[in-house]
């Protein structure tokens, strides 16, 4: 039977013979259609330090559990809200809101519904970790350490070479 929405109701039995008509119970047959969950938006750049809220909008009836799986380097891991990291990403309020965001917070976010009906997955929100003043003075700061490292090797290599050679 593919059973829809507009088949919901009360259903009884009857069954009738040359003796008569027996009539039976009756039952509530509820529709309920796996939920399907959109995040938005779709990708966000994200500030070091900053909240961020990936919004998650499920469709569908008698939610019993929603999880958030946030993606990245090619590994998924589940979001724990056990902390205070994070809010929200819950059945009575599904959007995610990731406090103090790091670069260790980019990635993917995923949320997953499910009902009686099954499990459903959201398109995925890809934040992004975007650099700030002080990060780009530690990388130049960086950068700078690196070449002096680099031309101090390539001297003692070159100091070496011409000793031998002479």
Known sequence: ?????EDEGTYSCEIENDVG????????LAFTEKPVPVTSP?????SKRSTQTVRCNVRGNKLKDL????????TAKQVSLCCEKYEGGTVEKPSLSIRNFTM????????????????GSSNGTF?????????????EDNFHRLVKF???????VTKSILTRAF
Do not use: P, R
């Open 1 to 5: 039977m593919n059973f829809q929405h």
């Open 21 to 28: 008509i027996k009539k039976g119970g009756s039952a509530y």
């Open 42 to 46: 779709i990708n966000k750049e994200c």
């Open 67 to 74: 999880l958030w799986v946030k993606v990245s380097k090619g």
């Open 104 to 119: 260790e917070d980019e990635g993917t976010y995923v949320c997953n519904a499910a009902n009686d009906a099954g499990i």
């Open 127 to 139: 934040l992004t970790y975007i650099l700030d003043a002080s990060d780009h003075q530690n990388l």
């Open 150 to 156: 680099v031309v101090h090797i390539a001297g003692d």
